[in-house]
């Protein structure tokens, strides 16, 4: 069964910008969640997809947003980028619950400039 | 408010030795507990998980704790082998809504 996967794998920008993220979750799973990474903060949860809902929202501000579409696949966008935007955003898919083992994506490397 | 909190950011332990992570959260209502394990340029991949209703739960080396009284978790390694240098995060949900994790611990295991 082919894992999570994530497009792209790396991404220069520059500030004031925007950037879409995709993510293909494990066949089968509903749920995708979305995280940041950076140095010393661990992942922050960003938000959830179920069914095409979002079920689940962090604390991160509007410039965030996402989407999931019918065949489980989602998609996250950060728009007007800040320098402070720069991290490794991961995707998890589960079966089900967001709370129960997540799969993980390799992430894709989002360096603002 | 950092709910779940990994104190160490770094630990070193020599090879065949035990490593112990810890991990402490501070949300009552967290019933399920996971451990998960980075290598750089890789997602994180699932270790090993707990439910509240347990105190122990074993998988090979691999064990965890966990102390309700004192919302505290931990990963025993044991023997601790070269390919287990990662950063370890934990991490923890109420009602399997969602995970939060902890900010990190990078095991080092020294040959």
């Known amino acids: 069964k082919a894992g999570v996967t994530q497009t792209p794998r790396y991404l220069i920008k520059t500030r004031g910008q925007q950037v879409t993220l995709s993510c293909s979750p494990i066949s089968g799973h509903r749920s995708v969640s979305w995280y940041q990474q950076t140095p010393g903060q661990g992942l922050q949860f960003l938000f959830e997809?179920?069914?095409?809902?979002?079920?689940n929202k962090g604390n991160f501000p509007g410039r965030f947003s996402g989407r999931q579409f019918s065949n489980s696949r989602s998609e996250m966008n950060v728009s007007t980028l800040e320098l402070g935007d720069s991290a490794l955003y991961l995707c998890?898919?589960?079966?089900?619950?967001?709370?129960?083992?997540?799969?993980f994506g390799p992430g894709t490397r989002l360096t603002v400039l | 408010d950092q709910q779940v909190k990994q104190n160490s950011p770094s630990l070193s332990v020599q090879e065949g030795r035990i490593s112990i992570l810890n991990c402490d959260y501070t949300n009552s209502m967290f019933d399920y507990f996971l451990w998960y394990k980075k290598y750089p340029a890789e997602g994180p991949t699932f270790l090993i998980s707990i439910s509240s209703i347990k105190d122990k739960n074993e998988d090979g080396r691999f064990t965890v704790f966990l102390n309700k009284s004192a919302k505290h978790l931990s990963l025993h390694i044991v023997p601790s082998q070269p390919g287990d240098s990662a950063v370890y995060f934990c991490?923890?949900?109420?009602?399997?809504?969602?995970?939060?994790f902890g900010t990190g611990t990078r095991l080092t295991i020294i040959p």
């Open positions: 991490a923890a949900s109420a009602r399997r809504e969602k995970l939060t």
């Open positions: 998890a898919s589960s079966l089900r619950l967001a709370g129960d083992e997540q799969f």
């Open positions: 997809y179920f069914s095409e809902t979002q079920r």
